[in-house]
């Protein structure tokens, strides 16, 4: 096992008709602002529900975040958090919405002139010492922001993950019946989202990092156990619970926790979501099975566990069983309906070499857990997965 | 799955030669007490190192804190940090020196003359405001002290398990190495604990928690896995540290969230430890084998799931394979050198009706996950027991 910190001081409120207790962990006498997305809030009765929590606050409302946050966008919020002595923001939707938020938080605190300069220090601590406290309730459960210290902001172009300590919430309401409206793509995406967060930290090479492989697995064997299910059952408490939960879980620290991981997926796949617009969780599905089969050496015990432990396959040659979990992994994001192919979208062949160029002019030439996934095994994996 | 909130903030340092990092943690300028135990910290260097970590920091030192800490014995080392106005605590040892300092932390904020109310409100938070803050450095791992906010105390004839949520450390360190000198049997007390820990959390009824009940189960195996190797080859780093993180996993609150919980067995064990002073680990060992026996019917799904998940047992009737799974357990713990059986030690059959006596007398009359084992359950799961 490698040596590790695990530090997650969010408080989670986890469970059904729990958002009356909003008012005890928002500071007394706060100004809040409320951040939103694109007002299925309101559509839907979550905003009434929490004005109503939170009787005898002064609240504020910015609405609009959109999916990919962008800076422009959260400078905004900044501002009317700056011109209104606001003391506190709750984030109300997704992981965009969370996302932003966090951004927003430490802006609406910054006093220099260039707000760009917040998001490039890659996942090193961003270099400041205040931010807007925070909390949320989520909607939409995927990207493990409710309970973690990161954040992705997109500027003109690029896509860009920052982090601080600043950024975990003081409280994050999980509450499985708010999903229930969520349009199913979104569902599938999160779902998918969620599954290749746990496949990045684990697939890698073992450590004997037994606890984290274990609830690694099981994660993995959850999400396949009730995904069709909740996709086609909307309102079954219990299956959107153990979503909502694992996707948590996925990405709070503890699975990652002293073992290598490889974030390539992701950081392939977000070149695809800032040049064509494709959701996030739909960009790692068309990337990972290729990058795993490219990666099958590097990573081959891990793979063997894989096909093992969460799809039960032991028979055959080591080669037969990657391949055979590895087609498992595509059919199941095909059942949720999430393409795993390139191809399946509107892109062209030749605009590969283009997410090449982005990668490279982003300084992501030398990705995953060993460091040596550099631009032309990268170009590889896209033809392959086209 | 049952609503819940989760909430841990304690920052985990986990690994080999860390503890130079402690000035970090430590509060800048603080006068530290430095809690521990019987002084095998001084025997094996393990203090050396801190005091060496910590120059700079004025340090006082209150050694001699009990397996099973005494009240009397904190109140002296609370009495030390008022005349000396010490600002921080740093616990270094297992869960007695945990618990102690948790107690002490309040204790030494505590301005009435009557310590003994500290301790009498059960697992309700303990009504005080203020704690000295406190960290620690682990060398055994069993209690999970050093990542949850529970604490111990023996007063008398009594064990007073309490509740603030002020017991979280700061910081724990955990270093697999600290807990290569531990004597064989404190080793295995902890397995067993740690073991029996994850049991009161899962062998309930099912709530279709899946995330917790996976995890829950991957400690288990892991512990199968580990021990025999653990104990037997103590300075082998990973089995250790695999056993040290499943330790603090099994208690600090993530696979308790969301699930019913059945603690019977550590109530009835405690009455041993407080009667005949047993070590905490062994009294479990006696006392769950037979309570599962008698309660198979109210835990019959999740008995079979252990079963299955856990040992691998599939055939057979519901019966047999949940007698298979009990035996599998009590072999288990006999490998670590653990018997499971009352008439092991020296206590004479009549003797188990004091057992009885003492549960009433401390109001543990409706013990389970369920309320209904009652004091006539208990008599009958000791008799088998024996």
Redesign the interface.
Known sequence: ????????????????D?LSELATLVPKNAKVLITYGGGSIKKFGTFDKITEALQGFEIFEFGGIEPNPQLNTCIKAAELIKENNIDFILAVGGGSVLDATKYISIAAKYEGDDYTSLIKHGFSPIPVEEAVPFGSVLTLPATGSEMNAFSVISHETGKYGIYSPLFYPKFSFLDPTLTYTLPKKQVANGIVDTFIHVVEQYITFPV????Q???A???L??LV??GEQTLNNPEDY?TR??FM??AT?ALNG?IG??VPQDWSTHMIGHEFTAKFNIDHGRTLAMVLPSLLRERKDKKEAKLLQYAERVWNITEGTSDKRIEAAIQETEKFFNRLGVATKISDYEIQKEELKDIVSQLESNGMVALSETGDLTLDVTERILENAY
């Open positions: 096992m490698l040596n590790f910190n695990f530090y997650n001081p969010t408080h989670i409120v986890f469970g059904k729990r004997d990092a037994r606890f492989d274990r609830t697995e099981g994660i064997q959850t156990e009730i219990d619970a153990n939960w694992c879980m503890l926790s002293g």
